[in-house]
T-cell receptor
Framework: AQSVAQPEDQVNVAEGNPLTVKCTYS??????LFWYVQYPNRGLQFLLK??????LVKGSYGFEAEFNKSQTSFHLKKPSALVSDSALYFC?????????????FGTGTRLKVLA | GAVVSQHPSRVICKSGTSVKIECRSL??????MFWYRQFPKQSLMLMAT?????????EQGVEKDKFLINHASLTLSTLTVASAHPEDSSFYIC???????????FGPGTRLTVL
């Protein structure tokens, strides 16, 4: 079965420091991977995606993610965290095997950037 | 990216009332729409998938007579919570996609509170 794991419920980082939010996946074929951010009482905002091509994907608000096939990971990174980055982050994989556009979401990681 | 809207953004109702939530794709034709439910500090739970002109496909454990989904056009899907009760209080998020995209586009969410 396809799955996505976000091993950390919460990540704390000081403002200005680099941040990493971890995501690993398990799929039967080539993965379509996504990162979204959610602010309180808001929907999901798209950050970036990996479909094919370069393993390093650059996205919105200075975020990037590296697709690592051997480690089946797609960690979200940012070189210098801002307090405004504090939010809930979701990793998702598109369930290709279902023949639909269904996503499998991770459980989410709450990022807290401390001033 | 494509834009999805939801209306209303917030609704408070009495127990036993039926509530309708609209999800619209504003600048694309959404052949497929998804409805999610999110409990506080939790991930998104897929409730159902709807394809335009077809009956929705509900996930296991979701009562289709309770959560009525209509996808009558390529730009509109509605979720009706029939005879809502306090345990139906939640944050409901819709998303849409079509064959030209590899991803889903999410609405801003609707906060339902049943008293």
């Amino acid at each position: 079965a396809q799955s996505v794991a976000q091993p950390e419920d919460q990540v704390n980082v000081a403002e200005g420091n680099p941040l990493t939010v971890k995501c690993t996946y398990s799929v039967s074929g080539n993965p379509y991977l996504f990162w979204y951010v959610q602010y309180p009482n808001r929907g999901l905002q798209f950050l970036l995606k990996y479909i094919t091509g370069d393993n390093l994907v650059k996205g919105s608000y200075g975020f990037e993610a590296e697709f690592n096939k051997s480690q089946t990971s797609f960690h979200l990174k940012k070189p210098s965290a801002l307090v405004s980055d504090s939010a809930l982050y979701f990793c998702a994989v598109r369930d290709i095997a279902s023949g639909t556009y269904k996503y499998i979401f991770g459980t989410g990681t709450r990022l807290k950037v401390l001033a | 990216g494509a834009v999805v809207s939801q209306h209303p953004s917030r609704v408070i109702c009495k127990s036993g009332t039926s509530v309708k939530i609209e999800c619209r794709s504003l600048d694309f034709q959404a052949t497929t729409m998804f409805w999610y439910r999110q409990f506080p500090k939790q991930s998104l739970m897929l409730m159902a998938t709807s394809n335009e002109g077809s009956k929705a496909t509900y996930e296991q454990g979701v009562e289709k007579d309770k959560f009525l989904i209509n996808h009558a056009s390529l730009t509109l899907s509605t979720l009706t919570v029939a005879s809502a009760h306090p345990e139906d209080s939640s944050f409901y998020i819709c998303s849409g996609t079509s064959g030209r995209y590899n991803e889903q586009f999410f609405g801003p969410g609707t906060r339902l509170t049943v008293l």
